[in-house]
């Protein structure tokens, strides 16, 4: 079951060809690596337009929440058995 968290977090990553792939993320005063990318998403709520990542990490499932126009990232909701 995934738990709302929708914290801001710190995220880097790389770029390949032009594509945004994260690498690790700041949350909680934790830096959490990515272990894998598992999903990218373009969704619009209203006007904002909004990408997600489903990334694993350390065996965990979060959902990353990147406000294009904003160019701010939120930790949306964690997978929690």
Do not use: H
């Not at 990542?53 to 964690?78: D, K, M, Q």
């Amino acid at each position: 079951m995934f738990t709302k968290i929708n914290e801001k977090i710190a995220v880097v990553g790389t770029y390949n060809d032009s594509t945004f792939i994260p690498k690790k993320f700041l949350w909680r005063d934790r830096i959490l690596k990515v272990d894998e990318l598992t999903f990218v998403t373009d969704t619009q709520d209203g006007g904002i337009k909004n990408r997600i990542y489903s990334v694993v990490s350390a065996g965990n499932v979060y959902r990353l929440l990147f406000n294009r126009e904003t160019e701010e990232w939120l930790i949306a909701e964690v997978f929690c058995d």
